[in-house]
């Protein structure tokens, strides 16, 4: 699973982009979903907090990131600071909601809870505010 939480500058509307694939998510696979978020974006520039995934910092990425510097902006956070992430606070609200004390057994049912949590999230947008309060950045 991957998130983006897309806050608009100066209190605009929060987005929340959300995709799943089989298996991991690997360089060619994160710059396709890179793609589909500056569709979803509607071409508006955006700022990507990262964290050291092995497939964000590679050289076919970096070199892809380069290329997008007219609507992209990566800030990477330091090692082992998820507290400074706010998608991290939309995986713990998920995993104490809809994914809480879930065993299914398949692992549809477990995509199928965590897109309820998703639309959950979409419904009740100061959620994805709190997440980002949570970490004291803000947007500006």
């Not at 995986?91 to 897109?115: M, R, Y």
């Not at 009740?124 to 505010?129: E, F, M, Q, S, V």
């Amino acid at each position: 699973m991957a998130a983006a939480l897309c806050y608009g500058v100066g209190g605009g509307g929060a987005q929340l982009a959300f995709h799943i694939t089989a298996g991991n998510y690997d360089t060619d696979s994160l710059i396709q979903l890179l793609g589909e978020l500056r569709r979803f974006l509607g071409g508006e520039k955006a700022t990507l907090l990262w964290d050291g995934l092995p497939a964000h910092r590679s050289r076919a990425m970096r070199a892809w990131l380069n290329r997008q510097r007219c609507w992209l902006v990566v800030e990477r956070l330091p090692a082992y600071a998820p507290d400074l992430n706010p998608v991290e606070g939309l995986w713990s609200s998920l995993k104490t909601v809809e994914l809480a004390n879930l065993t299914p057994p398949t692992l549809a049912e477990v995509i199928d809870q965590a897109h309820r949590g998703i639309e959950r999230v979409r419904r009740t947008p100061h959620l994805a505010y709190s997440f980002l309060r949570r970490t004291g950045l803000s947007v500006s």
